[in-house]
């Protein structure tokens, strides 16, 4: 599997009139080779794929990588290693890097002890790749989902009037490592009351109250895979507003979720949501885009957004996240886990949608 991904990244290279490439993104090394790490280099070039590793992974790289590179393991500097490394590749002139995730001190060292060759700058060659998922990764995500849901469950039946945010959000990533959550997908997300109307609202120390919208964003991991749900409850009976807040993301959610498909723009799937909710008077509220892919990252190609004309393709897990945002008042979220298939979008979260009303 992970030589078929180096395979196809050689053709990539090649058609960008490339001898080799240097991999420096952590996410984009470990698609491509297993190494999950935090120090790497990897060098790709028509015959080799490298990985260079410090003494601190010596075990590990063995036991991840296997045969899908070769691993040399550096006693000083990853960099001092790379320099012979390249020597030693005949016919390599002109080598690609990764301009999206490499620093300003280390472009600068190309520029210097890397001069004998020429640098190319180039953008998603491996997250291209790493869009369309394949089983594997795709069991992945799904493991990934049901431990986050079994953790919001077990959550939500603590919840209750007087606890802080912070201490929702401390409940949840317990939860999320007891039940085998090897990291968190990204900062938990805890907005109660007016807050809800943060999209991104750092969990902070207010106190719930009864009647309250409490919106949580949160992602387990599991093999290196991420997943990403949002559900929005009440703290006791909801209003009618609530419900009928609640009641349009829900509606727009499922329109969606049950629209996209092989082969529409992203622009086209943030249009199923945004245009239901903006008919019945919403749609300023609704500021963000629908979604994003999940996978080693939280965020990664493709985007459902209204201004990605790039078409969808199957295998791709996308997120679907539709949301009301009233300031002074409280906002709604509700966001599922989508896998694009040749025969229609398959929903991965199966977490309740309806308004819970917790007691």
């Keep these: 599997m ?5 395979t196809a990244l050689r053709e990539a290279v090649g058609k960008a009139d490339l ?23 990897l060098a790709v070039s028509a015959r080799d794929c490298v990985l260079l590793t410090d003494f601190r992974y010596a075990t590990q790289v063995e036991e991840e990588v296997g045969a899908a590179a070769t691993v040399r393991i550096e006693p ?67 493991r990934a989902i049901v431990v986050a849901e079994t953790a919001l469950q077990r959550t939500l039946d603590a919840l209750h009037p007087g606890l802080t945010e912070t201490a929702v959000a401390g409940i949840l990533e317990r939860h999320l490592r007891e039940c085998g959550s090897e990291a968190f997908a990204f900062p938990t997300i805890v907005a109660s009351g007016p807050r809800s109307a943060l999209p991104h609202a750092r969990a902070a120390d207010r106190l719930l109250q009864r009647g309250d919208l409490v919106l949580i964003d949160f992602g387990a991991v599991v093999d290196g895979y991420c997943s990403d749900i949002t559900r929005t409850v009440v703290l006791g009976p909801a209003t009618a507003r609530q419900r009928e807040i609640h009641g349009i993301v829900a509606e727009a959610n499922a329109a969606a979720s049950g629209a996209i498909r092989v082969g529409m723009t992203g622009m086209a799937a943030d249009a199923v949501a945004r245009e239901y909710i903006d008919a019945r008077g919403h749609g300023a509220a609704f500021g963000h885009s629908l979604g994003h892919g999940i996978g080693l990252e939280v965020h990664e190609a493709p985007r459902l957004a209204r201004t990605v004309e790039a078409p969808l393709a199957a295998g791709m897990v996308v997120t679907v996240e539709p949301g009301i945002y009233l300031p002074d008042w409280g906002g709604v979220r509700i966001e599922d886990d989508v896998l694009l298939t040749a025969s229609g979008p398959r929903v991965l979260t199966g977490f309740p949608r309806t308004l819970l009303e917790l007691s």
């Design 19 to 41: 001898d080799a490439l240097l991999v420096t993104s952590l996410p984009n090394i470990r698609y491509l080779t297993g190494f999950s790490g935090s120090s790497a280099l």
């Design 2 to 6: 992970r030589r078929a991904r180096v």
């Design 76 to 142: 000083s500097n990853l960099w001092a290693g790379l320099w012979p490394l390249l020597t030693s590749w005949s016919g390599v002139e002109r080598v690609g890097f990764e301009s999206a995730h490499l620093l300003h001190r280390d472009f600068t060292r190309l520029l210097e002890q890397g001069a004998r060759w020429q640098w190319r700058p180039t953008v998603d060659q491996v997250e291209t790749l790493r869009a369309i998922k394949d089983d594997s990764e795709v069991a992945c995500i799904e």
